[in-house]
């Protein structure tokens, strides 16, 4: 493996375990999945819903075994879920700190440089007026705020987030993809799922389009998601604009939802 490569997926593989009891077979959601990123990479997952994109990112992050393959990491993991319930009431602050476990040593106190890391990082995603607050009693968007900053206080080589724009906002998403750009710029190796091919074109270098079990394409989202790839990937007619005020080759993707079940039909590749 190449030394900027932080991350490498090799033939990777995910099967569901058989369920005797509903009379299920075994399944393959993932299969044969390979793909490297390196150092400053920003990669979006986009898929439908159910077609592995919260599997693959925690085999990724060494959250969950592989079925085949395996995941190589160079560096230290950050890995941000859709959703946290911790088992103790926690501050918004407390929760961010979570993230500096990695340098406190065992059954240790966090030090100030802990601290101050922790107020930097939600003072960096526009939450720090949060700090005192439960982070129980926080809406979902803000929640994923606080997560992001506990990412962020872990100072990994290499963050791993799990739809981290789904209960956020028009401004708060950019905040974040904005935030994750910058991350990228400096080095970190970013890999996040969304549901927004925008969020591909305008912020990411690489798009990996997840299509079923055994299809996938990866590459410059300018590249792989085009129109006839985008339709097939929601299931409905979608099309490209060119954004005029970007230079370069910065797009726009329009959903047609009054024309559900209008695309043809085509078969995999």
């Known amino acids: ?18 369920c005797k009891r509903m009379k299920n077979a075994a399944r ?54 859709q959703a946290v ?10 929760m961010t700190l979570l993230g500096r476990a990695g340098n406190t040593a065992l059954f240790g106190a966090p030090k100030k440089q802990d601290y101050d890391a922790a107020r930097a990082a939600l003072a960096r995603v526009e939450a720090a007026h949060l700090a005192a607050r439960p982070f129980s009693m926080l809406s979902g968007g803000e929640r994923q705020l606080v997560l992001m900053a506990r990412a962020l206080a872990a ?42 091919p925008q969020h591909a074109f305008e912020f990411a270098s690489h798009a990996l389009l997840l299509f079923d079990a055994d299809h996938f394409a990866f590459g410059a989202p300018a590249g792989v998601m085009d129109e006839a790839a985008l339709s097939r990937l929601f299931h409905l007619p979608v099309r490209r604009v060119p954004l005029p005020e970007h230079a370069g080759e910065k797009m726009a993707a329009i959903p047609i939802f009054s024309m559900l079940h209008a695309q043809p039909q085509t078969q995999p590749v």
């Open 1 to 18: 493996m190449h030394d900027d490569v932080l991350i490498a997926a090799q033939n990777l593989g995910y099967q569901l375990p058989v």
């Open 85 to 94: 319930h911790p088992a103790l009431p926690l501050s918004a602050l407390e």
């Open 28 to 81: 393959w959601i993932l299969r044969d999945l390979s793909f490297t990123l390196e150092r400053g990479a920003l990669c979006a997952v986009l898929g439908p819903n159910g077609v592995g994109k919260s599997t693959l990112l925690r085999m990724l992050a060494g959250m969950q075994t592989a079925g085949a393959g395996q995941v190589i990491r160079r560096g230290r993991v950050g890995y941000v879920p």
């Open 155 to 196: 100072e990994a080589d290499i963050l791993i987030l799990d739809e981290p724009t789904a209960a956020l906002d028009w401004h708060n998403q950019a905040l974040i993809m904005r935030l994750l750009q910058d991350l990228a710029a400096e080095g970190v190796t970013v890999i996040t799922s969304t549901h927004a």
